[in-house]
């Protein structure tokens, strides 16, 4: 299960601008004319998403301090190795981290190892922690509204938003292969914003061409958030690759 677990702290969330609405857009026809047929793309995404072969990934974390112009004010790298197990769970190492240009890699491998060591009790008692699911996974499909905006061409265009409760839901657009449902892109935001947070926005980009199922590749998540007189603005950003494998098993030796 592609599950992203987003923490967002109020030390590390600025001011922000208002996000300007959506335009609006009628549905066109093509690929996915009728309510039936988009009903069976999305059985097709969900089994996509729902391939979780033993992978191992490399991820370069980039977090950006942003004054209220979006201008950088202070950068932060991690690069880590990560283990996708068989049953969906993932570990990872700290290669190396910098903080606005020092290495501060063993730091960051001691804040990382006590994050994950509170994250299941931290989770139940902040606000200010929110949980991604994918709208197209199974297990989440029935909680959302489905509509196709755009299915002209090889790909569809679906717009998704909560059916029911709003509460720890997403609203957004995604891009879907028409033939075989696999999910390549995903823009979104929470349908209700976590407390003190001012806005937040998802761009998620999925390489399709994964053994263990659609990766996504490219995370960018935006937002800004206030305490009191406190405000503060950020950019996270996550490139996730498949390093390619030892010389001596690509060569077959």
Not at 33 to 61: N, Y
Not at 227 to 251: N, Q
Request: net charge neutral; glycine share 8%.
């Amino acid at each position: 299960m592609m599950a992203l677990l987003l923490l967002v702290p109020l030390i590390s969330i600025a001011l922000g601008v208002p996000r300007p609405a959506a335009p609006s857009v009628a549905p066109r026809p093509g690929a996915v004319e009728s309510h039936g047929e988009l009903e069976g793309l999305l059985r097709m995404t969900a089994s996509r998403l729902a391939v979780a072969e033993a992978s191992s990934l490399l991820e370069t974390e980039t977090e950006e301090d942003l004054d209220r112009r979006g201008k950088t004010t202070a950068v932060r790298i991690c690069k880590s190795a990560r283990s996708r197990l068989p049953d969906g769970t993932e570990h990872g190492e700290v290669i190396e981290a910098f903080d606005r240009g020092y290495l501060v890699t063993g730091t960051v491998r001691a804040h990382k190892a006590e994050w994950e060591k509170q994250a299941s009790v931290a989770k139940a008692k902040l606000a200010v922690y929110l949980e991604l699911t994918l709208p197209f996974e199974r297990s989440q499909q029935g909680l959302y509204r489905f509509t196709a905006v755009d299915s002209s061409g090889p790909h569809v265009r679906v717009h998704f938003e909560p059916a029911g409760q709003r509460r720890r839901l997403w609203v957004g657009d995604a891009t879907l292969d028409a033939a075989t449902g696999t999910i390549l892109q995903l823009l979104g935001h929470p349908a209700v914003l976590p407390r003190f947070v001012d806005y937040m926005d998802v761009h998620m980009e999925f390489d399709p061409k994964v053994a263990t199922g659609p990766l996504a590749a490219k995370q960018v998540i935006e937002g800004s958030g206030h305490f009191l007189f406190f405000h503060k603005r950020m950019r996270y950003t996550s490139v996730t690759v498949v390093p390619p494998p030892p010389v001596g098993l690509a060569s077959g030796n």
